[in-house]
Protein backbone atom coordinates (compact mmCIF):
# COMPACT_ATOMS: atom_id res chain seq x y z
CA UNK A 1 0.00 0.00 0.00
CA UNK A 2 1.21 3.75 -1.11
CA UNK A 3 1.73 5.75 2.05
CA UNK A 4 -0.42 9.04 1.97
CA UNK A 5 1.44 12.25 1.11
CA UNK A 6 0.63 15.34 3.28
CA UNK A 7 1.36 18.48 2.05
CA UNK A 8 3.04 21.14 4.34
CA UNK A 9 1.97 24.15 4.75
CA UNK A 10 3.48 27.32 6.92
CA UNK A 11 5.11 30.80 6.66
CA UNK A 12 8.34 31.03 4.82
CA UNK A 13 9.65 34.50 4.05
CA UNK A 14 7.30 35.77 6.97
CA UNK A 15 9.87 36.73 10.04
CA UNK A 16 12.94 34.87 9.89
CA UNK A 17 13.27 32.11 7.36
CA UNK A 18 15.60 29.71 8.43
CA UNK A 19 13.62 29.61 11.55
CA UNK A 20 10.58 28.85 9.30
CA UNK A 21 12.26 26.19 7.04
CA UNK A 22 13.45 24.42 10.60
CA UNK A 23 10.15 24.59 11.72
CA UNK A 24 8.74 22.93 8.83
CA UNK A 25 11.40 20.13 8.81
CA UNK A 26 10.78 19.10 12.48
CA UNK A 27 7.13 19.22 11.72
CA UNK A 28 7.72 17.08 8.73
CA UNK A 29 9.97 14.42 10.66
CA UNK A 30 7.06 14.31 12.99
CA UNK A 31 4.81 13.62 10.28
CA UNK A 32 7.16 10.51 8.92
CA UNK A 33 7.14 9.13 12.13
CA UNK A 34 3.24 8.79 11.60
CA UNK A 35 3.49 6.80 8.49
CA UNK A 36 3.25 10.08 5.84
CA UNK A 37 5.28 11.21 2.72
CA UNK A 38 5.34 14.92 3.31
CA UNK A 39 6.35 17.77 0.48
CA UNK A 40 7.86 20.41 2.19
CA UNK A 41 8.16 23.60 -0.08
CA UNK A 42 10.39 25.50 1.85
CA UNK A 43 13.16 23.20 0.37
CA UNK A 44 13.23 25.31 -2.46
CA UNK A 45 15.12 27.29 -0.44
CA UNK A 46 18.71 26.25 -2.35
CA UNK A 47 17.02 26.02 -5.49
CA UNK A 48 15.67 29.86 -5.22
CA UNK A 49 18.95 31.19 -3.90
CA UNK A 50 20.65 29.26 -6.87
CA UNK A 51 18.21 30.24 -9.59
CA UNK A 52 15.70 32.88 -8.67
CA UNK A 53 12.49 32.36 -9.94
CA UNK A 54 9.00 34.83 -9.39
CA UNK A 55 6.71 34.38 -6.47
CA UNK A 56 4.17 33.51 -8.98
CA UNK A 57 6.11 30.95 -9.85
CA UNK A 58 6.56 29.26 -6.31
CA UNK A 59 2.82 29.95 -5.93
CA UNK A 60 1.71 28.04 -9.22
CA UNK A 61 4.68 24.94 -8.25
CA UNK A 62 3.80 24.49 -4.75
CA UNK A 63 -0.03 23.96 -5.90
CA UNK A 64 0.90 21.44 -8.47
CA UNK A 65 2.60 19.68 -5.59
CA UNK A 66 -0.39 20.20 -3.71
CA UNK A 67 -2.73 18.30 -6.17
CA UNK A 68 -0.44 15.15 -5.33
CA UNK A 69 -0.92 14.95 -1.75
CA UNK A 70 -3.90 13.72 -0.01
CA UNK A 71 -4.26 15.93 2.81
CA UNK A 72 -2.68 19.48 4.19
CA UNK A 73 -1.01 20.27 7.54
CA UNK A 74 -1.24 24.19 8.14
CA UNK A 75 1.24 25.21 10.88
CA UNK A 76 0.88 28.11 12.71
CA UNK A 77 1.47 31.76 11.57
CA UNK A 78 1.11 34.41 8.89
CA UNK A 79 1.55 33.53 5.39
CA UNK A 80 -0.35 34.57 2.13
CA UNK A 81 1.07 31.45 0.35
CA UNK A 82 -0.03 28.89 2.98
CA UNK A 83 -3.28 30.61 3.13
CA UNK A 84 -3.89 30.25 -0.70
CA UNK A 85 -2.85 26.78 -0.54
CA UNK A 86 -5.25 25.87 2.32
CA UNK A 87 -8.07 27.51 -0.01
CA UNK A 88 -6.61 25.37 -2.88
CA UNK A 89 -7.17 22.22 -0.86
CA UNK A 90 -10.24 22.72 0.53
CA UNK A 91 -11.53 23.24 -3.24
CA UNK A 92 -10.24 20.01 -3.94
CA UNK A 93 -11.63 18.33 -1.11
CA UNK A 94 -8.81 17.57 0.99
CA UNK A 95 -8.28 17.16 4.69
CA UNK A 96 -6.60 20.25 6.25
CA UNK A 97 -4.70 19.70 9.38
CA UNK A 98 -4.21 22.47 11.75
CA UNK A 99 -1.17 22.74 13.37
CA UNK A 100 1.23 19.27 14.47
CA UNK A 101 -0.72 18.52 17.64
CA UNK A 102 -4.19 18.76 15.06
CA UNK A 103 -2.37 15.97 12.94
CA UNK A 104 -1.36 13.52 15.81
CA UNK A 105 -4.88 14.03 17.31
CA UNK A 106 -6.48 12.79 13.92
CA UNK A 107 -3.97 9.84 14.17
CA UNK A 108 -5.36 8.60 17.61
CA UNK A 109 -8.80 9.05 16.86
CA UNK A 110 -8.34 7.18 13.47
CA UNK A 111 -6.69 4.38 14.99
CA UNK A 112 -9.04 4.29 17.95
CA UNK A 113 -12.30 4.76 15.45
CA UNK A 114 -10.28 1.03 13.92
CA UNK A 115 -10.14 -0.67 17.27
CA UNK A 116 -14.11 0.01 17.38
CA UNK A 117 -15.05 -0.90 13.96
CA UNK A 118 -12.70 -3.90 14.38
CA UNK A 119 -15.27 -5.03 17.83
CA UNK A 120 -18.33 -3.47 16.66
CA UNK A 121 -18.25 -3.76 13.27
CA UNK A 122 -19.00 -0.98 10.43
CA UNK A 123 -22.40 -0.03 12.26
CA UNK A 124 -20.62 2.41 14.51
CA UNK A 125 -21.44 5.68 13.22
CA UNK A 126 -18.06 7.07 13.43
CA UNK A 127 -17.32 10.41 14.74
CA UNK A 128 -16.01 13.86 13.59
CA UNK A 129 -12.47 14.31 14.50
CA UNK A 130 -11.59 17.04 16.63
CA UNK A 131 -10.15 20.06 14.93
CA UNK A 132 -9.97 18.39 11.61
CA UNK A 133 -11.27 20.45 8.58
CA UNK A 134 -13.14 18.45 5.61
CA UNK A 135 -14.79 20.52 3.41
Request: glycine share 6%; with cysteine.
Amino acid sequence: MTQPRLYLAGPYSQGDTALNVRTIIQAAETATSMGWIPFVPHLIHLWHLISPHTIDFWYAYDIEWLSACQALLRLPGASQGADMEVEAAIRDGLPVFEGVDNLIEAKVFLEHEEVLRGIFGDKRKPKVMPRYRKH
